[in-house]
C-alpha cells in the first residue's frame, strides 16, 4: 500500500487545496460552492488553472468575476445571485458544493445536525440545513479538515445529506440526480466507486499510510492494492496559492502543517 513522505516544502494544506480544486476539473460552467478554507481557495485555483469557466460567489449574493485573496472584497461583479435564483441552480444540478460533516458513514450518509440521539442529544449542531436538496439534486462532496473515527463513523445519528443506501431505499425520485462524488479530508481522497457504492481509499496524501486512515475510520474501507497518492501542486499552482489566493496562510489554521 502506498504511502511514502510529502514533497520538502509542500504542507498538507496544500495538498488538500490542490485535492479540493480537483473536485471542479471539467465540471463546465457550473457554481462551486465551496463550505470552509481549504474548498475555497481550491475552487479559486480550479478557476484560476483548469477550470475558468467556473462560477464563485462572495460567499453572499454576489458573481464575482475575478478572483481575489481568501477575506478580500471581489473587484469585480458580474452579477447578482439572489437566494431563488441559488435554489434554482441547485434544483437543476447547475452546482457542485463541497460541504462539511460532523458526521459521515461508509455510505456517504452526512451528518451536520445533532450528535447523540436527536430527541435529546448530546451536542447540537448547524441543523440540517439545505443538505437533502443538494444531495438529491446537484453534486456534492464533502470537506473533512480533521479526519477521525468520530467523524468517520458506522452509522451517523442523524441523515441530512443522503448517502447511497438511504436513496436507494427512496426509491427513482431520489437516485435520479444523486451524486455524491468525493470525501476530503487531511489524510486522503476517498469516494464511491466500488460495487455497493460504499466508500474507498482513492488516494493518499503524501507522508499518510493506509493503515493511518484506516486506524482514523470507524468502518472498513475499500483499499485497493496500490493507492496513489495526491497529485502534485505545480510551482505555478503554489505560486498561486501562496501569493495571491492565500498570501496570509489561512489554510494552515484548517489544517496544522
Not at 443522503?162 to 427513482?172: H, T
Not at 470525501?183 to 455497493?196: E, K, N, R, Y
Request: net charge neutral; proline share 7%; with cysteine.
Amino acid at each position: 500500500m502506498s504511502g511514502g513522505t510529502a514533497t520538502t516544502g509542500v504542507t498538507r494544506a496544500e495538498y488538500c487545496v490542490v485535492a479540493c480544486a480537483e473536485a471542479w476539473r471539467h465540471a463546465g460552467e457550473v457554481l462551486a460552492s465551496p463550505m470552509g478554507i481549504v474548498p475555497t481557495i481550491g475552487a479559486r485555483l480550479a478557476r484560476l488553472t483548469f477550470a475558468p469557466d467556473l462560477l464563485l460567489t462572495d460567499g453572499e449574493a454576489l458573481l464575482i468575476g475575478d478572483v481575489p485573496a481568501v477575506g478580500e472584497r471581489a473587484d469585480v461583479v458580474e452579477g447578482w445571485l439572489p437566494y431563488r435564483q441559488h435554489l434554482a441552480l441547485v434544483a437543476t444540478g447547475r452546482r457542485h458544493v463541497m460541504m462539511g460533516a460532523a458526521q459521515i458513514d461508509r455510505h456517504g450518509n452526512q451528518n451536520i445536525s445533532c450528535v447523540g440521539d436527536w430527541s435529546r442529544p448530546t451536542r447540537q449542531l448547524l441543523g440540517v440545513r439545505g443538505a437533502p436538496v443538494n444531495t438529491l439534486n446537484n453534486p456534492t462532496s464533502y470537506w473533512v479538515p480533521r479526519h477521525s473515527r468520530r467523524v468517520f463513523v458506522e452509522r451517523v445519528d442523524m441523515v441530512c445529506g443522503a448517502g447511497f443506501d438511504r436513496a436507494a431505499e427512496a426509491g427513482p425520485s431520489a437516485t435520479r440526480f444523486h451524486d455524491v462524488r468525493e470525501v476530503i479530508s487531511d489524510l486522503g481522497v476517498f469516494d464511491f466507486a466500488t460495487p455497493d457504492r460504499t466508500m474507498r481509499l482513492r488516494a493518499l496524501h503524501p507522508g499518510v499510510t493506509a493503515e493511518q486512515v484506516a486506524q482514523a475510520t470507524s468502518f472498513a474501507l475499500t483499499v485497493p492494492d496500490e493507492v496513489p497518492r495526491t497529485r502534485e501542486p505545480t510551482a505555478a499552482e503554489l505560486r498561486l496559492i501562496r501569493e495571491v489566493i492565500d498570501p496570509k496562510g489561512a489554510r494552515d489554521r484548517e489544517v496544522p502543517a
